[in-house]
């Protein structure tokens, strides 16, 4: 019944909006039905991991890609790490995305000081990219990881858990002032604006500030196509205010299963690339 639905649902917003994303989500999820998800997993992370490191040793090599970036990263002209992932900020976000389903595979056999080397290899490499996002994410799930497997207490476990369901929500309900309140003319999200280095003045700094609440539709179209950082704005922008609604409420529902079986491993990942 579920994967009827979000079938239905991601092929109209592939007619409407010409973006398939949804619709290969939907189909990833159905082809999984009855496999064992954990062994795949483990088979994504390995992929995942040598097509990286390939990427790597193809820059380091010179042969494909550039291992540092030297632009204007907002605060004047910098160098900075990228290892032929094209930019830093994507060197350690799929830095993050990698150490997060390493843990949530292989949480059980780390030791206390192997998390402690996670942790500073995180820092190592946000000295090199000054990724803050990517460094928290990684940071975030390392230390989560670490506290759950160490906490004894199931009361614990699960307020630790709902902390992260509300700082989730906190998110969205901020994606939402983001798409309402200009920063050039709101000091309070001014503020705001300049810890997150420009995300929000981005979505105001077009013509027609698309990706605002103005150009919210209840399903997109094919001219919504201007891309910036604020990930579930950009949801609803790209694909519309019904889909962005469907694919956050099951999200949340999925969150509250895992904590509910207390699939902690699972949460920890799920809930960190949300907020994230």
């Known amino acids: 019944?579920?994967?009827?639905?979000?079938?239905?649902?991601?092929?109209i917003s592939y007619l409407?909006?010409?973006?398939?994303e949804l619709l290969r989500c939907t189909v990833f999820a159905a082809s999984m039905v009855r496999m064992d998800v954990r062994k795949l997993m483990k088979l994504f992370l390995a992929v995942e991991t040598a097509g990286c490191l390939l990427l790597n040793v193809l820059s380091l090599a010179?042969?494909?890609?550039?291992v540092f970036l030297t632009t204007d990263y907002g605060g004047g002209v910098e160098t900075r790490l990228c290892l032929g992932l094209g930019h830093p900020n994507s060197l350690h976000c799929m830095a993050a995305v990698l150490v997060l389903l390493f843990l949530c595979?292989?949480?059980d056999r780390l030791h206390a000081w192997q998390f402690a080397v996670l942790f500073a290899a995180n820092l190592v490499l946000l000295y090199f990219?000054?990724?803050?996002?990517?460094?928290?994410?990684?940071?975030?799930?390392?230390?989560?990881?670490?506290?759950?497997?160490r906490i004894q207490s199931d009361r614990t476990k699960n307020a630790l858990c709902i902390c992260m369901e509300v700082l989730f929500a906190a998110?969205?309900?901020?994606?939402?002032?983001?798409a309402t309140f200009n920063p050039a003319s709101t000091p309070w999200m001014q503020k705001i604006d300049h810890l997150m280095t420009g995300r929000v003045g981005s979505l105001w700094d077009t013509t027609f500030h698309e990706g605002t609440l103005a150009s919210w539709r209840w399903f997109s179209d094919r001219n919504s196509d201007?891309?910036?950082?604020?990930?579930?704005?950009?949801?609803?922008?790209?694909?519309?205010v019904i889909p962005a609604a469907v694919v956050i409420f099951y999200l949340l529902r999925w969150l509250r299963f895992l904590r509910r079986k207390k699939e902690m491993a699972a949460f920890v990942m799920l809930s960190v690339l949300a907020v994230y």
């Open 226 to 240: 201007r891309f910036f950082d604020l990930g579930w704005v950009r949801l609803v922008y790209w694909y519309g």
């Open 129 to 149: 990219t000054r990724s803050q996002m990517g460094a928290l994410a990684m940071a975030g799930g390392i230390v989560l990881q670490f506290l759950v497997d």
């Open 1 to 11: 019944g579920y994967l009827a639905f979000f079938l239905t649902l991601s092929l």
């Open 105 to 107: 595979l292989y949480h």
């Open 171 to 178: 998110g969205l309900f901020f994606s939402l002032l983001a």
């Open 16 to 20: 409407v909006t010409g973006r398939n």
């Open 62 to 66: 010179g042969v494909l890609g550039t």
